[in-house]
């Protein structure tokens, strides 16, 4: 494990940090329309 450098690639963040619906909405962003999956 000591080999990945977490410490130097991974940040915490507060609590509250809206960084989890940045990522989503990153992601979301980056889909193409074939990769769509609808769900319901």
Not at 8 to 15: G, H, Q, W
Request: glycine content about 10%; charged content about 20%.
């Amino acid at each position: 494990m000591r080999s990945l450098r977490l410490d130097e690639r991974i940040e915490l963040l507060s609590a509250g940090s809206p960084a989890a619906a940045f990522g989503a909405a990153l992601v979301g962003a980056s889909l193409t329309e074939k990769e769509i999956v609808p769900h319901g």
